[in-house]
């Protein structure tokens, strides 16, 4: 893979530093507005969630006048969005935590809403999130999803019932979706992570051991992740689980900002990726976080042909993330050294699932014909399904990823 102008211009914008700013201003001043793809970056950064982030790093350059003016509108408008989703999610996860914590419920703020409410980024929006998580211990879950529903709170649309027998252990971490009345989207989790490689939780134990404390600008507190739990767990949910690859650029912006403000955190992280035997993937993105913010063009190119660091960069850019996260799937689903009977469940309840779940996808058999839904439900699977996941690149790629993670 050899880094386009989008890719370079991207890479850019993650960290907002003064290296990556002259990197942007170089890049803009050597080719000009004419010979970028202007449409092709603002979809690009759409769909890594960066937009916000690229707004910022280029307002602080000096060839700004090289930007069209319709670009930076729809980058303008764009951040607004954002900011304004920022402001209800943290004001939203703040009253939360509140109410839960005076129901004897402790809980905490996971990923993006736990950046928003410590006010990691310098500007509303900068770090954009499209749902709450909220950790609570697993023996107070459900009381927890009881109060959110008294105060409103309603499940997603979905086949919430039947759906848990056919996905993989690391794709439960926390309830069906809440949404609430105001419209943002809740998820109660029980843990933070399952690492399917090593069978190890992140769990409320652990998380809740090591909680910080953090004052809010009204005076009140909320208990917050340490700096090395909230990465070690964005880490995971976009380079080591695979389900989330398009918000990879994001993380790097989030351990950036991570360590500016808890330098110190760098090797407590080390030492608990080590724990949990993720080692060289955390190593591998912390050292780019830092190439990001701090070094020049050609040493990002260097690192392209890197082995470990061009494979990261390719997760990180990949406009088809979708294919990598499916692809990934159909590894954890065939991987049979590792609960073999549980694996073989799954994949049968993907084919011979439930009457509950066939009327939902299908309606009510007439005249009691459900030997016919049964038949169609496999023929469905195939019509649906994704046959680009099986494209020697994905593959690759994955394999790559998965004997990393189980070296470390």
């Known amino acids: 893979m050899a880094l386009t102008i989008t890719d370079q211009i991207l890479l850019g914008a993650v960290p907002g530093s003064q290296a990556s700013r002259a990197r942007l201003n170089d890049l803009l ?28 790093g280029l307002a602080g350059i000096g060839s700004s006048a090289h930007i069209p003016a319709w670009f930076r509108d729809k980058l303008d408008e764009d951040g607004r969005l954002w900011a304004a989703r ?28 736990a950046l928003m409410v410590a ?27 009881i109060l959110l529903t008294d105060l409103g709170y309603q499940s ?12 993989l252990e690391n794709e439960q971490n926390h309830l069906w979706p809440l949404r609430s009345p105001g419209g943002s989207i809740i998820e109660l989790h029980h843990r933070a992570f399952h690492l399917a490689a090593h069978e190890r939780d992140l769990d409320f134990q652990t998380i809740s051991a090591d909680a910080v404390i953090h004052k809010l600008d009204s005076g009140h507190t909320i208990e917050l992740p340490s700096p090395h739990d909230l990465a070690l767990h964005l880490i995971h949910h976009t380079l080591i689980d695979l389900q989330s690859t398009h918000l990879a650029l994001r993380t790097m912006a989030d351990l950036q900002t991570i360590l500016l403000r808890h330098p110190e955190s760098r090797d407590v992280l080390l030492q608990r990726a080590d724990d949990f035997g993720v080692t ?14 701090n070094g020049s063009t050609l040493e990002l190119i260097d690192a392209e042909k890197h082995a470990i660091y ?38 049968g309840a993907l084919i011979f699932t439930t009457g509950a779940h066939l009327d939902q996808l299908y309606g009510k058999p007439k ?11 496999p023929l469905d699977l195939i019509r649906r399904f994704h046959w680009r996941i099986f494209r020697p690149s994905s593959l690759l790629r994955v394999c790559k990823l998965r004997n990393i993670v189980r070296r470390s």
């Open 29 to 56: 001043l050597a080719n000009q507005s004419d010979k970028i793809d202007w449409e092709k970056l603002f979809q690009r950064a759409g769909h890594h969630q960066i937009t916000p982030l690229l707004r910022y």
């Open 86 to 113: 920022h402001l209800a999610n943290a004001g939203e996860t703040i009253k939360l935590v509140d109410r839960l914590q005076s129901a004897g419920i402790r809980a905490l703020p996971l990923k993006g809403a």
């Open 119 to 145: 006010g990691y980024y310098p500007e509303a929006g900068l770090r954009t999130a499209t749902d709450i998580d909220l950790l609570v211990a697993p023996s107070r879950i459900e009381d927890a999803r």
């Open 156 to 167: 997603l649309p979905g086949r919430r019932d039947v759906r848990p027998r056919q996905r």
């Open 280 to 293: 060289t993937i955390v190593e591998t993105a912390l050292d780019l976080t830092g190439l990001l913010a």
């Open 310 to 347: 061009g494979l990261m960069l390719g997760v990180m850019l990949d406009s088809e993330s979708d294919v990598l996260a499916e692809t990934a799937r159909l590894f954890e689903y065939f991987d049979l050294s590792r609960h073999p009977l549980r694996k073989i469940g799954n994949l």
């Open 367 to 377: 005249f009691g014909l459900r030997l016919l839904q049964y038949l169609h439900r």
